[in-house]
């Protein structure tokens, strides 16, 4: 695959996220990136077809391993993080999946921030608990030595998020870095929250970044998307023995993926593993996830402004009891997020209205221009009561120690008038009062 470049100079962000990765690779011209809607590519002679398949950056075979449209994503994605190259692929599920088949194996260990993304709790408890891959969590992801504590003779990968959901929580990344690599693991950040403009895990010493793309990366909410990141410079081969798909077993030519690939051993052998399982995406997304991170910049600044101003106006209200956001200096990670996310400190949060599940029912149902749905990142403001639907699984006891009670709501700020979501919220709350007397207020479990 021929990988048009865009300058040598430095170029700020905002110039990055419309030019690089996509120029100039159209026959034709086109300026906008082409969707190559095409389940296969031609061979000029059989020759041809024997190198592609030996070496996927020979040219284009199936789109299962690769697609000019997904390519031009994964290279403005992966010059945006400050990586070495991407994987594109069907959603951000599938790209932690992914990044986590490439290193680990029946027997490994790994340790994660208790408070990650559902989906990946369960991917990890769940379905990798199947196979042979146990997974501890980490009760405070804030606490170096609990990271420390937990790491075992099998521990292949630490897994956290650098904003978490629906808390807020900021991680040290470096900090955790540091500890992962002195025990020669790789660190993986799920960055969906933060995106590449408000904090990029890789320069603060990350070694991998997955992203959904389905949220602020595309950001109009029209489609799933999930991206792998490989910052290229963790050592694969530095402990003989551990990560075999990558530094162990050898190709048909008889080298590893590190001695093929060197610093892309990484993102070779991903593209590998989602080849054979089969996560790829559509061209047509690869184009609306382009299309999207055109504006990524305007929009997280814009949102994360908005999103500052709503978690304030809020936690002035009498009748929400608390409201989690970094940006505040309420949240136990506010000196962490002024250091990491000068920029910003993104554009979801949650609060907790008095009142428990009958006021956060009540405001969902009055609010007129936050939808109720579980999505977030999108341009329009979106509300979710996470203890009945992502964390619903959880035990109510579990719920309350990890502070997400019955009365917790999330809010993804989009792009709408702060002065027309302040109304909004203010409509919420006068529901949520109404729904709940104040002498019962007391008795309700916030
Ligand atoms: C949504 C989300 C995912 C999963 O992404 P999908 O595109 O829905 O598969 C993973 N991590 C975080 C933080 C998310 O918000």
Known sequence: MSAPETSDAPLAFAT?????GARGFDAHGARATPIYLTAGFEFDDLGDGEARFADPDTGYSYPRVGNPTAAAAERRVADLEGGIGALLVGSGQAATTTALLTILEAGDHVVAASGIYEGTRELLRSDLGRLGITTDFVADPRDPGAWEAAIGPHTRALVAESIANPRGGVLDVPAVAAIAHRHGIPLIVDSTLATPYLLRPLELGADIVVHSASKFLAGHGTALGGVVVDGGRFRWDAVPGRFRQIAGERGPDGRTFVERSGERAFLSAARRIAMRFG???SPLNAFLLLQGIETLSLRVERQSGTAAQLAAWLERRPEV????????PSHPDHDLAVRLLPHGR??????TLAGGRAAAAAFTDAVRLFTPMTHLGDVRSLVLHPASTTHAQR????LERIG???????LSIGLEDAADLIADLDRGLAAAAAAVPARELEAVPA
Do not use: K, N, T
Request: proline residues 9%; without cysteine.
């Open 346 to 351: 993104g554009a979801l949060f949650s609060f």
């Open 395 to 398: 035990a109510d006891d579990e």
């Open 16 to 20: 990055r996220q419309l030019h690089a």
């Open 321 to 328: 009891v608390g409201v989690d956001y970094s940006g505040l």
């Open 279 to 281: 996560p790829a995406p």
């Open 404 to 410: 997400i009670g019955p009365g917790l709501l999330r």
